[in-house]
């Protein structure tokens, strides 16, 4: 059985940082990649990464403040935010594709989700 699990969420201020895991099991994965979703809006793209880590795609909101990588031999994901913004409040959900979907910027390109992690940050 595939599943992904996210941790990591908490409430943080504004500023602060926080890293996100996403545990994968169940089958090896190629393109891995995060979504969020605020209170009233459309998931959206965060970040991707390619099957071996060397490729890796920001959205303009979080270019600069926010470091995907992937640890490939305990199949987990992380995603590493710094500077938080109270506009970065969201669920955040762990997405994986079997195979390569690059630069995996849509969500029907993924075959699994996880749960969601909730991200709170306060001002």
């Known amino acids: 059985q595939v599943r992904l699990v996210e941790s990591g969420g908490r409430l943080v201020q504004a500023g602060g940082s926080l890293r996100l895991s996403c545990a994968a099991s169940?089958?090896?994965?190629?393109?891995m990649g995060w979504f969020r979703q605020a209170p009233g809006k459309e998931r959206e793209f965060v970040v991707s990464?390619?099957?071996?880590?060397?490729?890796?795609r920001y959205s303009d909101s979080v270019k600069g403040r926010f470091t995907i990588s992937r640890d490939n031999a305990k199949n987990t994901a992380f995603l590493q935010m710094s500077s938080l913004k109270p506009d970065d409040t969201a669920v955040y959900y762990c997405?994986?594709?079997?195979?390569?979907?690059?630069?995996?910027?849509?969500?029907?390109?993924?075959?699994?989700w996880g749960q969601g992690t909730q991200v709170t940050v306060s001002s």
């Open positions: 997405a994986a594709a079997r195979l390569r979907v690059w630069p995996g910027l849509l969500q029907s390109s993924y075959n699994y």
């Open positions: 169940g089958s090896a994965f190629n393109t």
């Open positions: 990464i390619s099957g071996d880590g060397s490729m890796k």
